[in-house]
Every structure is written in structure tokens, then in C-alpha cells.
């Protein structure tokens, strides 16, 4: 598939894809490769009025990264209008209709605890860490269905060093933005919000963990998570947290979301393993989007296909036990 590359043009220069859409563009859309993505907005814009929330904006600067997964790239209406952002609806296409209004901007992220250099990061800031690169990843979600992201961000490990942690901190805890006023469906979703998770240290220094602010050549759409996020490709879904306001160095592993939800079927670590079904669904094939309706599920493969890279930081460590 063709990936978007805008180069020649600067973060702030460009109108923002969303602030306009009429028929003209709404046909022109349906002749490129975005057809499904424009369509649906035209829909969305003619059934509910434009958007008052941000919009992707192109991405310049943005180089071929390491880790380029060779299956074929979702396409992106596939992925933005298929997923989870409980804050905004439990259901599969809620986020994409629900986050339209969702403003992203100006926005702050918080570096506290054991960390020589707390601060308090603008996105503008965050672009400004490391060099962007397009990193192609398979992502699965603990409810079987998969896909293959074009995301753009840098390791995470990064920011990490900027910060400087002190000896002490063994595990980073990760806090999405809630505002109640921005997300109405939040208090229905049934878990509690701001939505947490973590990692350990060594996972979150591995050069696999993107601090992602794009996906298909732009900045992250609403609904997948705008402005900031993590990308965790060998641990299901629900580790990728969204939104992100608040990462803080800690001593302790930290409560994340889901695993205190439901301590049995989603543990700290979550690492793709098709050997170990949750109770809900069985692990070990998995529906990738876009492939069809009536495609045949393909093998879920262990660490999500990402073993050679991480399955020494598990060294040791009963995976049955800690899932
Ligand atoms: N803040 C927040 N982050 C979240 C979620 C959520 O509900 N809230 N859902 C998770 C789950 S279960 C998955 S599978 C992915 C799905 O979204 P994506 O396709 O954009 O990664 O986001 C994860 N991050
Ligand atoms: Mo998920």
C-alpha cells in the first residue's frame, strides 16, 4: 500500500484534512486510496455537522524507522473506524463517530516521580525529542482481531533519558487524559476512567516501545488516541494506552486498567501468547481487519510475531503465571 509522504510540507503550514469536506472532496476521496476514511467522514459531517474537534494534519519530517513488519498494511479506514477508546463507547465503531469533537489542543503531558528531570512536555515539545520514524507493527487485540499499523513516533527510551530516572524507579505508570465534559460516554463504559497502565522498566526502555503521534502519514486521529500515545507491539491491545497525560516513574509495579478490572482474564504483563486463552476468547488464531468477512483466521503467533526481539526480557519467568 501507499504510504502518504508529505515532506515538502511543515507541521503548521498545511490545512487541516477535516476542516473542510464537501462533495468535491468527498468524490476525489473515493478515487484515492483514503476512499473508505473520506467517505465515512462525509457521512459523519452530513449526519451530525462538521466536527468542532482536531484533526490529523500531515507529518514532515518523518524517515523509514527500524521494525517494518512485511505483512500487508491495514488499510486505514479499517483501522480508524474499528477499535476501542472506552472513554468515548464500548462499542467497535464508537470512538470513530464519538472523538470527533474530542480537542486535542494545546495538550500536556506530566513526567513525575523517580526521575531526575520532572517537566511537563506540549506536544510541540514531545515532536521535538527524537527524529520521527514510520514504523510498521502488527497489533493485537485480546478479542482476536489484528492489524498492521503504519505508526510514526520514536522509541519511547527516548523520552525515558531525558528524564533521567533515578535507581529506584522499576516501572513506568501510564495515565490517559479523561475529561467527562469531552468524553460523555466514559461514565457508561463500566471501568473505571482515567484509563492506567504500565510497564516494566526494561519493556519500557526495549526499542520496540513507540511513543506514537501518528499513523498513515499524519498525526493520530482522535479516536486512535490523539495527540500521544504508547504502541506495545508484542503485548495485546489494551497495554497501548491513549491519550496520554501523565507517565510516571515508580518503584512498585502499578494497577493498569483491565488487570484490576478482572485480575483472571488480563494480567500486568499481557504478552501476545497464543498458548494461553483469557476467558473469553481463545488466543491462538486471530482475525486480521480488512481481510474480510469470511477470511480465514490466521495462527496468533507468540510475543505477536515479535519474539526474536523480546522474549529474553521473559527469561526465566513461568508465562502461564505471569500473563
Ligand atoms: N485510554 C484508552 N486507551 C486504550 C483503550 C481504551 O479504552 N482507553 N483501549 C485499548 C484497547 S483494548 C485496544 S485493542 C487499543 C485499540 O485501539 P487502536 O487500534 O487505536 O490501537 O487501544 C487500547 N488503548
Ligand atoms: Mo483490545
Not at 28 to 46: D, H, I, Q, R
Not at 116 to 126: F, G, P, Q, T, W
Not at 203 to 211: D, F, G, I
Not at 213 to 222: A, D, K, Q, S, W
Amino acid at each position: 500500500m501507499l504510504i502518504k509522504r508529505r515532506e515538502d510540507l511543515s507541521y503548521s503550514e498545511v490545512t487541516p484534512k477535516g476542516a473542510y469536506s464537501n462533495r468535491r472532496n468527498f468524490l476525489f476521496g473515493l478515487l484515492a486510496t483514503g476512499g473508505a476514511v473520506s467517505g465515512w467522514k462525509y457521512f459523519e459531517n452530513w449526519r451530525s455537522g462538521p466536527a468542532k474537534g482536531s484533526v490529523p494534519r500531515p507529518l514532515a519530517g518523518v524517515r523509514k524507522g527500524p521494525f517494518q513488519a512485511k505483512d500487508p498494511v491495514t488499510p486505514e479506514g479499517d483501522v480508524t473506524t474499528y477499535n476501542n477508546f472506552y472513554e468515548f463507547g464500548t462499542g467497535k465503531s464508537d470512538p470513530s463517530r464519538n472523538a470527533r469533537n474530542f480537542v486535542t489542543s494545546p495538550w500536556e503531558v506530566s513526567i513525575e516521580g523517580e526521575v531526575k528531570k520532572r517537566m511537563k512536555l506540549s506536544l510541540e515539545d514531545i515532536l521535538k525529542i527524537a527524529p520521527l520514524e514510520e514504523r510498521i507493527y502488527r497489533h493485537r487485540c485480546v478479542e482476536a482481531w489484528s492489524m498492521v499499523v503504519p505508526w510514526i513516533g520514536y522509541s519511547f527510551r527516548n523520552l525515558v533519558k531525558l528524564a533521567e530516572p533515578t535507581p529506584k524507579a522499576r516501572y513506568v505508570a501510564f495515565q490517559s487524559y479523561y475529561d467527562v465534559r469531552q468524553m460523555p460516554e466514559g461514565p457508561e463504559a463500566g471501568i473505571p476512567f482515567p484509563y492506567l497502565e504500565g510497564l516494566r522498566m526494561d519493556e519500557a526502555m526495549h526499542p520496540l516501545t513507540l511513543l506514537c503521534v501518528g499513523m498513515y502519514g499524519e498525526t493520530l486521529p482522535n479516536q486512535d488516541g490523539a495527540p500521544v500515545r504508547m504502541v506495545i507491539p508484542w503485548k495485546y491491545g489494551f497495554k497501548s494506552i491513549k491519550s496520554l497525560v501523565k507517565i510516571r516513574f515508580v518503584r512498585n509495579q502499578p494497577p493498569t486498567t483491565w488487570s484490576t478490572e478482572n485480575p483472571a482474564w488480563y494480567g500486568f504483563y499481557s504478552n501476545v501468547n497464543p498458548n494461553v486463552d483469557t476467558v473469553r476468547w481463545s488466543q491462538a488464531t486471530e482475525h486480521r481487519l480488512g481481510s474480510g468477512l469470511f477470511a480465514r483466521p490466521i495462527p496468533t503467533q507468540m510475543f505477536n510475531g515479535y519474539g526474536d526481539q523480546v522474549a529474553s526480557l521473559y527469561a526465566g519467568m513461568d508465562l502461564r503465571k505471569y500473563y
